[in-house]
């Protein structure tokens, strides 16, 4: 089973920060199936990320997906107030595992 | 527009079987995958398993021996069965578009389970 590991668990930023969400899995995901979520409370997770780096219809482009292999980034350009939530990666390469989330939290 | 929509069970006893029902409304059942995951209070999502429209299934391991998933085309309808509930059963279950080697996109309202005696 392909392990996934966020960092940092909590991100405490200000509205306009930057933010930057870390999954890494215990071996290479296959084909850059790796998607990324984001959960409010009381709230199904919606996608934001699917193939590593493609946004999701309508997602806006302040959200931004990078990596391969092992090392995957979520980068949030400017955070807005809607955008304090937590945040899930998936890879869907080999069966399919969550990492554990990282909460963005106001500062 | 696809939405979907899940009901069942919400309070079981330990040992009863959880069943639970996802209707897909607009799109194309038979282009996708059809994904149950569920997520403990407080806690993180677990992927549970999926199912094909030709009733081809890929189950958690951890759940493999529990776990039954059905498909009915005919109604564009998805179910899951979990037998030998217990409280570390007790969940949001979600039922969700996609799978294969498609993402995970669309996502029902969830179900609250609780197992309790």
Known sequence: EIVLTQSP???????????????????????????WYQQKPGQAPRLLIYGASSRATGIPDRFSGSGSGTDFTLTISRLEPEDFAVYYCLQYGTSRTFGQGTKVEIK | QVQLHQWGAGLLKPSETLSLTCAVYGGSFSDFCWTWIRQPPGKGLEWIGEIDPSGNTNYNPSLQSRLTMSVDTSKNQFSLKLTSMTAADTAVYYCVRGGGGTCPDIWGQGTMVFVSS
């Open chain 1, 9 to 35: 668990g909590t991100l405490s930023l200000s509205p306009g920060e930057r933010a930057t969400l870390s999954c890494r899995a215990s071996q290479s995901v296959a084909g850059t199936y790796l998607a």
